[in-house]
């Protein structure tokens, strides 16, 4: 049982370049949600998806999309990647009620 | 909106001692309550969780808090320390609604270095 899994794990990106984080869960959760980490600030909620074909905004939106097509994915994508977004990358998934929620082991991003 | 605060950002006791890490939280409802642990270049690992019932939760590698709805709080306790518990731990708030998922809000850790 694999759980949620990122990938990439580490990736170096140039200012500008874009890129696709990838989550894939295989509980069959509805719920799943994009976290960032940055040093002294925790963990703070980008994007998340209540199902199938649905987004919506967390509390750290910008320069960021999303997109879940597919019940198990969840992708979050950089159009042109800037130093700020230099951070660890964590998604989650949860049951529809919340109870249990399972995050991925991250993703590390640096933007140089 | 829902927050948290942990005041403590570093903490170090010695192996064997008895170790309360604080959080205090913002939340207009009854809050969904996690402890999270994180080791260096690691992922979450989930300590505890409360949602109801008994305010006194009680978690994985010996740790346990209590929820005290007058102080806004649920502090994390462990008797005695081990050296493998030097980590960084992490408070969050759920604002979660039936059917609804859970959203967390994190407070800023507290790190904490164990001296054997």
């Not at chain 1, 994009?34 to 910008?62: C, F, N």
């Not at chain 1, 989650?92 to 991925?104: E, H, K, M, P, V």
Request: charge should be neutral.
């Amino acid at each position: 049982n694999a759980g949620v899994t990122q990938t990439p794990k580490f990736r170096v990106l140039k200012t500008g370049q874009s890129m696709t984080l990838l989550c894939a869960q295989d509980m069959n959760h509805e719920y799943m949600y994009w976290y960032r980490q940055d040093p002294g600030m925790g963990l703070r909620l980008i994007h998340y998806s209540v199902g199938e074909g649905t987004t919506a905004k967390g509390e750290v939106p910008d320069g960021y999309n999303v997109s879940r097509l597919k019940k198990q994915n969840f992708l979050l994508g950089l159009e042109s990647a800037a130093p700020s977004q230099t951070s660890v990358y964590f998604c989650a998934s949860s049951t529809l009620s919340g109870n249990t929620i399972y995050f991925g082991e991250g993703s590390w991003l640096t933007v140089v | 909106a829902q927050s948290v605060t942990q005041p403590d950002i570093h903490i170090t006791v010695s192996e064997g001692a008895s170790l309360e890490l604080r959080c205090n939280y913002s939340y207009g409802a009854t809050p969904y309550l996690f402890w999270y642990v994180q080791s260096p270049g690691q992922g979450l690992q989930l300590l505890l969780k409360y949602f109801s019932g008994d305010t006194l939760v009680q978690g994985i590698k010996g740790f346990e808090a209590e929820f005290k709805r007058s102080q806004s709080s649920f502090n994390l306790r462990k008797p005695s320390v081990h050296w493998s518990d030097a980590a960084e731990y992490f408070c969050a708030v759920g604002d979660g609604v039936t059917g609804g998922g859970n959203k967390l809000t994190f407070g800023t850790g507290t790190q904490l270095k164990v001296e054997l």
